[in-house]
């Protein structure tokens, strides 16, 4: 038996990852995206560490990450604006898939990212 909670059917829906250099930069980019209706809802996560290769040497920085609940169509404009707001020459915005959630909380992000 399957559950009510969870949806069969593959959806548009996709989780994107950003990080940021600040809490001040992460909430500045999730009032963004979310009042422009590019994500229906953005997490910001408490500080962490990443290390990553930039021009050749290994770096290490705390950054905050943010996960913002939005569709494929709604990816390409996000990505521009975060763009054009964030303070990284080239920040990490990348999207996974959601393939299957609950019916409510999918009709939720969908009707949330109407304007």
């Known amino acids: ?3 009510s909670f969870m949806s069969n059917d593959v959806t548009d829906a996709i989780v994107v990852f950003m990080t940021a250099a600040n ?3 992460a909430t500045r980019l999730a009032d963004m995206v979310v009042g422009a209706h590019l994500a229906a809802c953005v997490q910001i996560l408490p500080e962490m560490e990443s290390i990553y290769r930039w021009d050749g040497k290994i770096e290490r920085q705390s950054e905050i990450l943010l996960l913002a ?11 521009r604006e975060v763009r054009a707001l964030h303070s990284y020459d080239t920040p990490e915005i990348i999207a996974v898939p959601v393939t299957t959630g609950s019916p409510a909380y999918l ?5 949330s990212l109407q304007p």
């Open 69 to 79: 609940k939005t569709t494929r169509a709604k990816f390409e404009e996000l990505e």
């Open 23 to 25: 809490v001040e930069e």
């Open 1 to 3: 038996m399957k559950s």
């Open 107 to 111: 009709e939720w992000l969908n009707t």
